[in-house]
């Protein structure tokens, strides 16, 4: 059964800089495709970032030119580094993660990490 794992939230100052992590762990499927997302209270859940098994890479508008993902394939993991951050960037991290598994795309998330930007 497949596991993600998030790590590296926490309360940062504006201005300032957090990077997390995403490790999958339960299986040695590899992926596809690696998102993170974030939802603060009363909002829907937003694609921040994506990143495909050949590092083609999207950002959401909101964090262009703030944000950095990266993975390592070899480890099933995924970064994001946040830099720069904003008060509308405190919300709660999830990790998703796509395989195919008997020929079939599923995802998968983890539990999140809260990130709160307040001085």
């Known amino acids: 059964q497949v596991q993600l794992v998030e790590s590296g939230g926490g309360l940062v100052q504006p201005g300032g800089s957090l990077r997390l992590s995403c490790a999958a762990s339960?299986?040695?499927?590899?992926?596809?495709?690696m998102d993170w997302y974030r939802q603060s209270p009363g909002t829907q859940r937003e694609l921040v970032a994506s990143?495909?098994?050949?590092?083609?890479?999207e950002y959401a508008d909101s964090v262009k030119g703030r944000f950095a993902i990266s993975r390592h394939n070899a480890e099933n993991a995924v970064y994001l580094q946040m830099n720069s951050l904003k008060p509308e960037d405190t919300a709660v991290y999830y990790c998703?993660?796509?395989?195919?598994?008997?020929?079939?795309?599923?995802?998968?998330w983890g539990q999140g990490t809260q990130v709160t930007v307040s001085s």
């Open positions: 998703r993660a796509f395989a195919i598994i008997n020929f079939i795309s599923r995802s998968y």
């Open positions: 990143i495909s098994e050949s590092d083609i890479i």
């Open positions: 339960g299986s040695s499927t590899s992926f596809y495709r």
